[in-house]
Each structure stands twice: as structure tokens, then as C-alpha cells.
């Protein structure tokens, strides 16, 4: 299932998500489903989907919330699960079961043809962050949402107010070079971290009502596998790995022992809870006004 051809200025992010980091989340996609599942709760909780609605997950990933959503839209509903990356959308087909109200798509929602105004409910848990022009990518999402559709989504708030990414990240910059620095709106977990750019974007793709409710959030990073499995998630998944990605096998070590000596002290049984700090986004697709 090979995406079509994706806006020309998001094809560094294609190439990412085809390549190093769609196979990173496809590998952990279990264990990275539980950690992130508080987020999931939330989220879903907000978009209050009812039986027989028609739903687009955007950057749907592995497919975790899609398949969620579906359950509640019902067989009368359906959802649509969107995404660049080829590998994590072929984990999300595995894990779909015969019958179920679920599609799959490989594509850039930048300029995917959407359905015009098919969808009651546009969805995303994270993965709405990486386009080059997120005004463009949201229009072109808008059209296939009816008038008076809603749209719902999980964005990260500021790095420094989500340890579980950063605090192992920090401790990889004992033994690794850092990381390209990235301007605050280059597209990465991070580029809808201010609330007064979600606000400009989003309206000027053409929603109203805005609103961004802050939660925060404790995550456990070693989903109940106790330290180890900590350590080992930092060095599979987010800004550490990358950060250490091409380093020499003694830098990796020397790194994976300052990491587990950063998140020891957070430790509680089995399990590693760290600080995360989201937006939940919601908005409207305005309704045609009667002329
Ligand atoms: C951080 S992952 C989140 C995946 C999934 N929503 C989850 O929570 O497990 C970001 C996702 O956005 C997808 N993505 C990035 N750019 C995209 C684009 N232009 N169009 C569609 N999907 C995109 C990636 O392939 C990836 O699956």
C-alpha cells in the first residue's frame, strides 16, 4: 500500500515516516499504544463519538485509535484511517478484524481528495504536527468534514513541560551531538506546541470555534516492565533515539546508562510515570449560511 504521491514539501516527512521512523513505531506499536493510552482515554472521551457517525482519523499511524472509534461509531458508522506511512498503515490492516466499518488510506492528507463533506468527526492523536504547510494540510482536510462537523485533536504543548521525552533526551546530550536545532513551527511533535498558532492556523483554514483545553498528564514510560523497559523505550522511540540513532555502540551504552540514571529517581515499582503536557483541540466547519 504505497501512498501516493504527497506534497512536495512534506516529502522529507514522507520519507521519514516511510522510513527510520515508521519502522520504529510499527516495532514498538504495542508497548507504545499502552503508553500513550491515558492520552487516547482523553481524547476520545472528548470527541464523544455517537453510533453511526463517519469519522477520519488523521495520521492514524499503526491504527490503535481508529480501530477505538469505530467501536463507537458502530457498524452504521464508519472511520477512515489516513496515513503518509505505508509500514505503520500495513500494522494497522493486520490488527483489523474481518468486517469492521474501518478503511485504510496511504496518503498525504495535504492533498488527499477527500469525500466533500462525508465526515461528521476529524480525528487525530498526534498526528496532525508534521506538515510543511499546516494551513493548506487543514483546509484540504475541511472539505471532507459537513457543515457543522467537528474537529478533535491531541497536539504536545512545550518541550520543557514534557519530561518523559525530554529528560532522557537531556541525558543523551551527556555522551551524543545534539540534535538539528528545529524552529518552533519547522513540522515535528513540537510545532503545535503554541496556542496562538493552532489558533491562526486553524482559522485560517477556515474552522471556527476554536478552543484548547491544556491537560496534563503522567505517562508511564516503562509501561509496568520497571526500569529497564524505560531505558530500553528511550533508546527505540523519540528525540533520545534519534539523538543516538548513528552513534558508535559505546556511545550508546555510555548514553543508555545516563538515561536509566535520569529516570531511577522516578521510578515506582514497576513502572516510570513522567510529566506530558498536551492540547486537546477542538473546532467547527462552519454551516453554510442560507443566502
Ligand atoms: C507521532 S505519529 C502518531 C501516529 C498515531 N496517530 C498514534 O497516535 O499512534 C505521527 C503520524 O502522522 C503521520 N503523518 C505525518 N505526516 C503526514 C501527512 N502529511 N499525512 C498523513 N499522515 C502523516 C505519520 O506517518 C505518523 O503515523
Same mark, same amino acid.
Given at each position: ?55 477520519? &482519523? *488523521? ?12 467501536? /463507537?461509531?458502530?457498524? %452504521? ?11 505503520? +498503515? ?12 474501518? #478503511?485504510?488510506?496511504?496518503? &498525504? ?15 487525530? #492523536? $498526534?498526528?496532525? !504536527? ?10 484540504? !482536510? ?17 518541550? /520543557?513541560?514534557?519530561?518523559? +521525552? !525530554? ?10 551531538? #545534539? ?10 511533535? $513540537? ?15 477556515? $474552522? %471556527?470555534?476554536?478552543? !484548547?483545553?491544556?491537560?496534563?498528564? +503522567? ?21 533520545? %533515539? ?9 556511545? /550508546?551504552?555510555?548514553?543508555? #546508562? ?12 514497576? %513502572? ?7 492540547? *486537546? ?11
Amino acid at each position: 500500500m504505497e501512498p501516493a504521491a504527497p506534497h512536495e514539501a512534506n516529502a522529507d516527512q514522507a520519507a521519514y515516516w516511510n522510513g527510520p521512523g515508521g519502522r520504529h513505531w510499527t516495532d514498538r506499536q504495542e508497548i507504545q499504544d499502552a503508553v500513550l493510552a491515558p492520552v487516547s482515554e482523553v481524547l476520545i472521551a472528548r470527541a464523544a463519538v455517537e453510533t453511526g457517525e463517519k469519522i477520519i &482519523d *488523521i495520521g492514524c499511524g499503526c491504527g490503535a485509535t481508529t480501530l477505538a472509534i469505530a467501536v /463507537r461509531a458502530g457498524v %452504521s458508522g464508519d472511520a477512515l484511517g489516513l496515513d503518509i506511512s505505508a509500514p505503520m +498503515l500495513a500494522r494497522a490492516k493486520e490488527r483489523t478484524s474481518p468486517g469492521a466499518p474501518v #478503511r485504510w488510506v496511504a496518503a &498525504d492528507a495535504t492533498v488527499y481528495p477527500f469525500e466533500p463533506g462525508r465526515a461528521d468527526l476529524l480525528f487525530s #492523536r $498526534f498526528g496532525v !504536527m508534521f506538515f510543511a504547510d499546516p494551513t493548506l494540510s487543514f483546509a484540504n !482536510m475541511r472539505t471532507g468534514l459537513r457543515p457543522g462537523g467537528r474537529l478533535v485533536f491531541a497536539c504536545w504543548r512545550e518541550p /520543557r513541560q514534557n519530561p518523559w +521525552l !525530554m529528560l532522557p533526551l537531556q541525558a543523551a546530550y551527556n555522551h551524543a551531538p #545534539r540534535l538539528p536545532e528545529l524552529g518552533p513551527e519547522d513540522p515535528g511533535p $513540537f510545532s503545535f506546541a503554541s496556542e496562538e498558532r493552532v489558533r491562526h492556523v486553524l482559522s485560517k483554514a477556515g $474552522f %471556527s470555534s476554536v478552543a !484548547m483545553q491544556p491537560v496534563n498528564l +503522567l505517562l508511564d514510560v516503562a509501561v509496568g516492565g520497571g526500569l529497564d523497559a524505560a531505558v530500553e523505550g528511550a533508546l527505540e522511540i523519540g528525540p533520545a %533515539s534519534r539523538a543516538l540513532e548513528d552513534q558508535p555502540p559505546e556511545v /550508546r551504552s555510555a548514553a543508555a #546508562r545516563a538515561i536509566r540514571a535520569a529516570l531511577a529517581p522516578h521510578q515506582k515499582g514497576e %513502572s516510570v510515570p513522567l510529566g506530558a503536557a498536551i492540547w *486537546i483541540v477542538t473546532a467547527a466547519n462552519p454551516r453554510v449560511r442560507p443566502s
